[in-house]
């Protein structure tokens, strides 16, 4: 079993960069692909990378998703704050030792 | 165009039953595994069950082991979760969501466990 751990809270102001970081417990952080998920507040969650790096269609190229095998991590970059970008963020990943999905606590991403 | 739709969530005593359903449409039902994940007010995101393509294989979260079960009906398009024997700490918001990137999620569907 692992474990994804986010920072709590991040902010930055409007045009800035913001990543979020997702740091996987124990096990390779690339074993399994890493999505991120937005939910803004009474909305249900959507994706904004998968894949570790893949953007859906639909989402801004100033999202960004990489993983980094030395720091056991995966983030998420977002350039060029807009105030639509405050929400929380979530990593999610997969267990295939005990064929469970996990979740990250969660970034409250807060643009002012 | 993907959606899903769950039903069924309400306020149910503590012990007592109550079984959500999540109506799928926009894609080959059949062809995807389904989750259930569920958000407790004011927390993170709880991954709840997990059910494969034909239900061969069908996987629960330890909070919920023995208590909910998950289903599926291909000919329906559809999504259940039976939950049995709820207790406060099961008051959340109920999603469906599409295959192990959750790439598709319903609106929610709210239960809450009082007396």
């Known amino acids: 079993n692992f474990m994804l751990t986010q920072p709590h809270s991040v902010s930055e102001s409007p045009g800035k960069t913001v990543t979020i970081s997702c740091t996987r417990s124990?096990?390779?952080?690339?074993?399994?692909?890493v999505q991120w998920y937005q939910q803004r507040p009474g909305s249900s969650p959507t994706t904004v990378i998968y894949?570790?790096?893949?953007?859906p269609s639909g989402v801004p190229d100033r999202f960004s998703g990489s993983i980094d095998s030395s720091s056991n991590s995966a983030s998420l970059t977002i350039s060029g704050l807009k105030t639509e970008d405050e929400a929380d963020y979530y990593c999610q990943s997969y267990d295939s030792s005990n064929h469970r999905v996990v979740f990250g606590g969660g970034t409250k991403l807060t643009v002012l | 165009e993907v959606q899903l739709v769950e039903s069924g969530g309400g306020l149910v005593k503590p012990g007592g039953s109550l079984r959500l359903s999540c109506a799928a449409s926009?894609?080959?039902?059949?062809?995807?595994?389904m989750n259930w994940v569920r958000q407790a007010p004011g927390k993170g995101l709880e991954w709840v069950s997990s059910?494969?393509?034909?239900?061969?294989?069908?996987y629960y979260a330890d909070s919920v082991k023995g208590r909910f079960t998950i289903s599926r009906d291909n000919a329906k398009n559809s999504l259940y979760l039976q939950m049995n024997s709820l207790r406060a700490e099961d008051t959340a918001v109920y999603y469906c969501?599409?295959?192990?990137?959750?790439?598709?999620w319903g609106q929610g569907t709210l239960v809450t466990v009082s007396s």
């Open positions: 124990s096990g390779s952080i690339a074993s399994n692909y």
């Open positions: 926009g894609f080959t039902f059949s062809s995807y595994s």
């Open positions: 969501a599409r295959d192990n990137k959750l790439n598709y």
């Open positions: 059910i494969s393509s034909s239900s061969s294989y069908i």
């Open positions: 894949e570790d790096n893949q953007r």
